[in-house]
Antibody, heavy 121, light 109 residues
Framework: EVQLVESGGGLIQPGGSLRLSCETS????????MSWVRQTPGKGLEWISY????????DYADSVRGRFTLSRDNYKNSMSLQLNNLRPEDTALYFC??????????????WGHGTMVTVSS | SALTQPRSVSASPGQSVTIACTGT?????????VSWYQQQPDKAPKLMIY???KRSSGVPDRFSGSKSGNTASLTISGLQAADEADYFC??????????FGGGTKVTVL
């Protein structure tokens, strides 16, 4: 079974840091491009970061660029999102998502269940 | 900026609803990579439509997608109670970036 399992969320003060992890199983992780998408409570979805299959290319939404860093370890079938200088508006449920590009379509075909990040003093 | 979707739509069982998703010439208007996601309460989103109009595996043919100019649309025909959920559109927005819509709540009356 294809699975994405996020961890690392929690309550953090403004200006603090967190490291989110996404453990994957059931597919050849190294072949797939991946992203993180967040959802604010009661609101919509926001794409925030992308990483290529090799990890050599990353991209970020303007709202997090310069504060968040995405990396992956293809040997461990996992990726990590480092969140620095957190702001209250970063409070959200963070989803790890798989991009189906290698399978011939560009869409997020597999989602984890998310890990909650709350930024508050 | 986020793609624009109506906050809510509703219809009776058996009827059809269409959800519009309006972007710009930099995203929806310039992309064949428009997708739709269904989100049930307390669940992760589920891919329903990709590449504008292709149905994901297992998605009933009651769900269909289309695009005209800067606006993509999701139509649900023969509405069923199980279709009640939030629906989000998403478009490739250049390079490696993506943009989502604000979401539409579908209510089955």
């Amino acid at each position: 079974e294809v699975q994405l399992v996020e961890s690392g969320g929690g309550l953090i003060q403004p200006g603090g840091s967190l490291r989110l992890s996404c453990e994957t199983s059931g597919f050849s992780f190294s072949y797939y491009e991946m992203s993180w998408v967040r959802q604010t409570p009661g609101k919509g979805l926001e794409w925030i970061s992308y990483i290529s299959d090799s990890g050599r290319v990353t991209d970020y939404a303007d709202s997090v660029r310069g504060r968040f860093t995405l990396s992956r370890d293809n040997y461990k079938n996992s990726m990590s999102l480092q969140l620095n200088n957190l702001r209250p508006e970063d409070t959200a449920l963070y989803f790890c998502v798989r991009d189906g590009a290698v399978a011939g379509y560009r869409a997020f075909d597999i989602w984890g269940h998310g890990t909650m990040v709350t930024v508050s003093s | 900026s986020a793609l624009t979707q109506p906050r809510s739509v509703s219809a009776s069982p058996g009827q059809s609803v269409t959800i519009a998703c309006t972007g710009t010439s930099s995203d929806v208007g310039d992309s064949n990579f428009v997708s739709w996601y269904q989100q049930q309460p307390d669940k992760a989103p589920k891919l329903m439509i990709y590449d504008v109009k292709k149905r994901s595996s297992g998605v009933p043919d009651r769900f269909s997608g289309s695009k005209s100019g800067n606006t993509a649309s999701l139509t649900i025909s023969g509405l069923q109670a199980a279709d009640e959920a939030d629906y989000f559109c998403c478009s490739h927005a250049g390079n490696y970036t993506w943009v989502f819509g604000g979401g539409t709540k579908v209510t089955v009356l």
